[in-house]
């Protein structure tokens, strides 16, 4: 068993930055994948970022301003998300899973979920 606790959500202004973590506890394997995922009001769950040993996968509406990364020693995945914009507003989630996937069921454990706010 896996818990993931983020934290690091707020409101900031378009353009603005903000710095999200998740922290993880229980049996936790070498090999665990990381994702986060985003929810707006009334839309799906979305795939954001993922970082395994393999390397990472972005989706593309945040290609070049997220950036994911994790320090497994410690147990702590970041999502650094630099110009925000409007449409990034939702509540954010990290997942842990087994293998690298941008689909939500895929992944076995979900941290609670931190809301980012970001105000035009």
């Known amino acids: 068993q896996v818990q993931l606790v983020e934290s690091g959500g707020g409101l900031v202004q378009a353009g603005g930055s903000l710095r999200l973590s998740c922290a993880a506890s229980g049996r936790i394997p070498s090999s665990i994948v990381m994702g986060w995922f985003r929810q707006a009001p009334g839309e799906e769950r979305e795939f954001v970022a993922v970082?395994?040993?393999?390397?990472?996968i972005y989706a593309d509406s945040v290609k070049g301003r997220f950036a994911i990364s994790g320090d497994i020693a410690r147990n702590t995945w970041a999502l650094q998300m630099n110009s925000l914009k409007s449409e990034d507003t939702a509540v954010y989630y990290c997942?842990?899973?087994?293998?690298?996937?941008?689909?939500?069921?895929?992944?076995?454990?979900w941290g609670q979920g931190t809301q980012v706010t970001v105000s035009s």
């Open positions: 970082i395994s040993w393999t390397g990472t």
């Open positions: 997942a842990a899973g087994r293998s690298i996937a941008t689909i939500a069921g895929a992944y076995d454990y």
